[in-house]
């Protein structure tokens, strides 16, 4: 073996100019990397790989950009519709002044300003406090067969045409009463509202950390008292979205106030008795042949939008910031 050494040697010597280092040292492959011989730059085909991930990446941004603009479109075309409509016919009287009587111009929409609040708080009182109630036992209780039921139940009607719900008042509670009412209005709205405040209250319930409730119940506070002081309020910015998000969806329905409260050319303010609202105004006004009601139908429509505008931002303003947790 030590002969064969030998031999290696002695060829290398012979082979190898004077001076040369031997070849596969650090020192000749340092030489060789300085001298620029060993490319140790990337590739083509990596630069080639590199180059079209960047170019997929960009092709789905500008998709999703697209996605968004085309999204944001009919909603600025809407609104700018409504401005240039109705814009000229929102003034003083026309949220002071009662409607003008049929072919007349002028007047306003002082009572269906009023009916839509009015009927809104009605639903409010009625639909709030149940959703939440079940939205609470639902989170508190997933394994029950009632709250199963109930969660199923929701889904449901969250998916009902509101025109179905209208009709369902009228023959619950209009046509035994013998006349529709603000209460039949307002119970066609908190039914409508009240699977969206549910369903949100358990998804917000169930965000809370479990830390919280076994803290509580660690000291010794009772479970019902657990779920009402601590739960409830650390999710109590998330329970008022979902409150919000259902009152701009009730006040802006038409369908089912044409089956319940009806509408009301008139001031009242009585539960038992019919009201006028925006949604059925401009209904109204707007399938008419006199040109200062269709007017007046676009103003309605901007004020309403307007409405839920605002409520929207409610929502964004309430959700703001990072989640918090009240202690």
């Known amino acids: 073996m030590e002969l064969g050494h030998a031999r290696g040697a002695k060829r290398n010597s012979q082979t190898s100019p004077p001076g040369a280092l031997p070849e596969g040292s650090p020192a000749a ?101 149940v959703g939440i109630g079940a939205g609470i036992y639902i989170a508190e209780n997933p394994a029950g067969w009632l709250a199963r039921a109930a969660r199923f139940a929701a889904d449901i009607m969250m998916g009902i045409p509101s025109i179905v719900i209208g009709i369902f008042v009228y023959a619950v509670v209009v046509a035994p009463a013998n006349g529709f009412s603000t209460l039949a209005g307002a119970t066609a709205l908190a039914i409508i ?15 809370v950390p479990a830390e919280l409730r076994e803290a509580a119940l660690a000291l010794g506070v009772p479970r019902w008292r657990t779920t009402l002081s601590v739960v409830a309020r650390a999710a109590a910015s998330g329970i008022a979205t979902g409150v919000i998000l259902a009152i701009a969806r009730i006040a802006g329905e038409t369908a089912p106030l044409l089956f319940t409260a009806f509408g009301n050319r008139f001031w009242s303010t009585a539960l038992t008795q019919p009201i006028a609202s925006l949604t059925v105004q401009v209904y109204t006004y707007a399938i008419s042949p006199f040109a200062d009601w269709q007017r007046q139908a676009w103003a309605g429509a901007l004020v309403l939008t307007a409405i839920v505008l605002v409520l929207e931002v409610s929502v964004r303003w309430i959700t703001r910031g990072p989640a918090r947790v009240v202690r």
Do not use: C, D, H
Not at 89 to 103: C, D, K, L
Not at 193 to 207: D, G, H
């Open 29 to 129: 492959y340092s030489k060789r990397k300085m001298s620029g011989s060993i490319n140790t730059g990337p590739s083509s085909s990596y630069v080639r790989r590199r180059l079209l991930r960047k170019l997929k990446s960009n092709f789905m941004v500008g998709l999703t950009v697209l996605a968004t603009v085309l999204a944001l479109v009919p909603l600025f075309l809407v609104l700018g519709y409504l401005l240039s409509k109705g814009a000229s016919s929102v003034n003083w009287n026309f949220f002071t002044r009662m409607p003008a009587p049929v072919g007349q111009p002028g007047g306003g929409m002082a009572n269906a300003i009023i009916g839509t609040f009015e009927l809104v708080a009605v639903a409010i009182m009625m639909g709030v406090p």
């Open 193 to 207: 509202m009240a699977p969206l405040v549910t369903r949100t209250t358990e998804e917000m319930i169930l965000l």
